[in-house]
């Protein structure tokens, strides 16, 4: 699979402070995404991007913001954690678009905010 | 946005068995992968097949976009075959997002 880790891999943190996840791919893929795994409810898309500078929304995107300023790095924010955001983050990287690529995915980040 | 649904959520199974694990999902697709998450959480893909059929050792995997499902057969189950089995689809009206199904659990014992 494509090189892609992530950082922290665990945190904890309290309910108002910000958290911010990163991750890096070494595969020079143009493509990026966030995901959020909750029970019961699957993978979920947060933000994803297309290029440097270029973000979109997911389908749950509330609360979080993300950057990209080079290729390798797409950055996750919460701006004010709440314990609903407790969950277990994944990146993924693709060279080519969605819908016609696969996507490759990182180890995770367990995130408890209490 | 496009519905995934699969089938079925849990499934025990001894060493040696096979089985076959479905997804349907209610719109055209561009994209459809299979994915492998083990007891660790890592999420590996398994196969890109939004058409036709593909074969990786003892898995193996087909869609038929026509009629709107996948299918993805393991043979000879091992313990390690054990985690979650996740299909993931974009298509419809969702375009660029990779929709997920809820997943089935695939328990193998020795």
């Known amino acids: 699979d494509a090189g892609i880790t992530q950082s922290p891999r665990h945190k904890v943190t309290e309910t108002g402070t910000p958290v911010t996840l990163r991750c890096h791919q070494t595969e020079n893929h143009r493509y990026m995404y966030w995901y959020r795994q909750d029970p019961g409810h699957g993978l979920r898309l947060i933000h994803y991007s297309y290029g440097v500078k270029d973000t979109d929304k997911g389908e749950v995107s509330d609360g979080y913001s993300v950057s990209r300023s080079k290729t390798e790095d797409f950055l996750l924010t919460l701006e004010s954690a709440t314990s609903s955001q407790t969950s277990v983050y994944f990146c993924?990287?693709?060279?080519?678009?969605?819908?016609?690529?696969?996507?490759?995915f990182g180890p995770g980040t367990r995130l408890t905010v209490l | 946005g496009i519905q995934v649904e699969q089938s079925p959520p849990d499934l025990i199974l001894q060493e040696g068995a096979n089985s076959t694990l479905r997804c349907n999902f209610s719109d055209s697709v561009n994209n459809l992968q299979w994915f492998h998450q083990n007891p660790w959480g890592q999420l590996i893909n398994l196969f890109y097949i939004p058409s036709g059929t593909k074969q990786n050792g003892r898995l193996s995997a087909t869609t038929v976009a026509t009629e709107r499902y996948s299918l993805l057969y393991i043979s000879s189950s091992q313990t390690t075959d054990s985690g979650v089995y996740f299909c993931a689809v974009e298509g419809g009206t969702s375009y660029g997002k990779l929709t997920f199904g809820q997943g089935t659990i695939l328990t193998v014992h020795p």
């Open positions: 993924a990287s693709s060279r080519g678009q969605p819908r016609t690529d696969t996507q490759y």
